[in-house]
């Protein structure tokens, strides 16, 4: 059974950093597209950050050029670093990996204070 462990939420004071682990385990092949997404109160869950097998990387408009998405395919381990943080980043930030099918993270609360 696929398990991902999310760790790194906090929080933080605007204009400060965090960074987002998450590692999965339980497949018995390699992880496939690897991200993050979040959730505010009252509003809907939204993707943040997309990274593939291969390196390739995707961002929501929203946090491109503050936020950095890696993994470590060794290590079945994707990364989120969050910079020049805002309020508005407030959120729970779920970890999804995809491996027959798409698989996700309890959860880690963010918290941006202004």
């Known amino acids: 059974q696929v398990h991902l462990v999310e760790s790194g939420g906090g929080l933080v004071q605007a204009g400060g950093s965090l960074r987002l682990s998450c590692q999965a385990s339980g497949s018995d092949r390699s992880f496939g597209n690897m991200g993050w997404h979040r959730q505010a109160p009252g509003k809907p869950r939204e993707l943040v950050a997309l990274i593939t097998s291969g390196g390739n990387t995707n961002y929501a408009e929203a946090v491109k050029g503050r936020f950095t998405i890696s993994r470590d395919n060794a290590k079945n381990t994707v990364y989120l670093q969050m910079n020049s943080l805002k309020p508005e980043d407030t959120a729970v930030y779920y970890c999804?990996?995809?491996?027959?099918?798409?698989?996700w993270g309890q959860g880690t609360q963010v918290t941006v204070s202004s």
């Open positions: 999804v990996a995809v491996t027959y099918g798409a698989h």
